[in-house]
């Protein structure tokens, strides 16, 4: 077991790390490590529930993360390096810092144009599919919460990387939270490919994985939350896309994640996506859907 330890007038010292309103977390606060000449080159992740079954879940998890980074080998992943230790207590773990800016900001901004947010997206997919390809794991690895608040672009490289995967399908841990697959009745509907465990919370598995990059990839065209439509406005939703002379693949690609088929990513189907998405806003969708019924 790696650790890190600090007393509580080291820790005191520390300088937090705040983020933007969309993507602060209630889980955890972040706190700058400084590094040589005195440059921040790592942070700790304080969890604040420090408590129970939940939080050993979480350090099953991290000890584990580190133990296979090696055999995970993606360069591409921001893994804990080791267990943080303040005051003789466990609270949570290191990190690399990475300058960076978070992809809800940047799929969400009007000032990045669509042909680089589909660029973006493909190398998130990339991630995604690389770690279906490891091999030598006694148990599956799967990023399970996956959402765009999990990845950040590298600001002097222009690299994609997955951070915050201590919500991660590894070495038998159980899954809290899934971002686009915790609370989703929808998932009722398909046991067999979004299955729950016995408090009907998902369990990650190959589907679920690529049914939260679909709900990323729409996020960004409709401005979301997409995974909130009932089953038959996704499907209305998808016909007004095909409407906005969206490709017919693309829209099957996304139509599948509601059927008995397993699912599959879009691979360069994204490159489809029009350029101008003005149009086929969620709330422009809603607003036309508003207007049907009273007339």
Not at 179 to 188: A, D, L, P, R, T
Not at 283 to 289: A, D, I, L
Request: aromatic content about 10%.
């Amino acid at each position: 077991m790696l650790i890190e330890a600090f007393s509580n007038r080291q820790f005191n010292r520390l300088k937090p790390l705040y983020l933007e309103n969309e993507i602060t977390s209630i889980e955890s606060d972040l706190y700058v490590l400084p590094g040589k000449a005195n440059q921040a080159d790592r942070v700790i992740k304080k969890y604040v529930n420090v408590n129970g079954e939940y939080f050993g879940n979480k350090l099953l998890t991290i000890n584990s993360l580190i133990e296979n980074r090696e055999k995970i080998n993606i360069d591409e992943i921001v893994f804990p390096e080791k267990l943080a230790v303040i005051d003789k207590k466990i609270v949570g773990y290191t990190m690399k810092l990475i300058d960076n800016v978070n992809l809800t900001l940047l799929l969400n901004s009007k000032e990045i144009h669509v042909k680089q947010k589909i660029q973006l997206l493909k190398q998130v997919e990339n991630i995604i599919r690389r770690v279906q390809c490891i091999k030598g794991l006694e148990d599956p690895f799967l990023l399970a919460d996956i959402h765009e608040s999990n990845f950040i672009l590298e600001k002097d490289s222009g690299k994609v990387y997955a951070v915050d995967i201590d919500g991660c399908k590894i070495s038998n841990n159980r899954i809290y939270v899934m971002k686009y697959g915790s609370f989703n009745e929808k998932f009722f509907y398909y046991p067999h490919k979004y299955p729950l465990d016995e408090e009907d919370r998902p369990i990650p598995n190959i589907n679920t994985e690529w049914y939260c990059f679909i709900i990323m990839v729409l996020n960004m065209i409709g401005k979301g939350p997409i995974h909130k439509l009932s089953i038959e406005d996704y499907y209305d939703y998808l016909h007004f896309l095909k409407e906005a002379k969206f490709s017919n693949e693309l829209l099957d690609c996304f139509a599948n994640i509601y059927s008995n088929n397993d699912n599959y990513p879009p691979h360069e189907l994204l490159d489809t996506i029009p350029r101008r998405l003005n149009g086929v806003r969620l709330e422009s969708f809603e607003k036309k859907k508003r207007k049907k019924l009273i007339m």
